[in-house]
């Protein structure tokens, strides 16, 4: 058996195009959902208190944010913060 270091990026160890974006937009997801968690929302409740779509957030909770830009990722996460989510 051959074992690998991580980089520390999975993204980047799966030799995955836009690797470092996509770990940076992983984190705005992570830290999303652990926001959301604490105010004890569900999906709907945030998107609608946050303004973003319920498909988009559902997405991004689910990792499919491949589509969407660090800034779109940082703005939601901001709104979160800000509102109090």
Same mark, same amino acid.
């Given at each position: ?22 770990? #940076? *937009?992983?984190?705005?997801?992570? *830290?999303?959902?652990?926001? #959301? *968690? ?42 979160? *913060?800000?509102?109090? #989510?």
């Amino acid at each position: 058996m051959n074992i690998e270091r991580s980089t520390g990026n999975v993204y980047a160890d799966l030799g995955l195009q836009g690797a470092d974006e996509m770990l #940076i *937009k992983s984190g705005y997801a992570t *830290k999303m959902a652990a926001l #959301i *968690k604490t105010a004890n929302l569900n999906e709907s409740e945030a998107a609608q208190i946050t303004g973003i779509t319920l498909e988009t957030l559902s997405q991004i909770l689910r990792g499919k944010f491949r589509d969407l830009s660090v800034a779109t990722m940082e703005d939601y996460h901001r709104r979160m *913060k800000e509102i109090g #989510i």
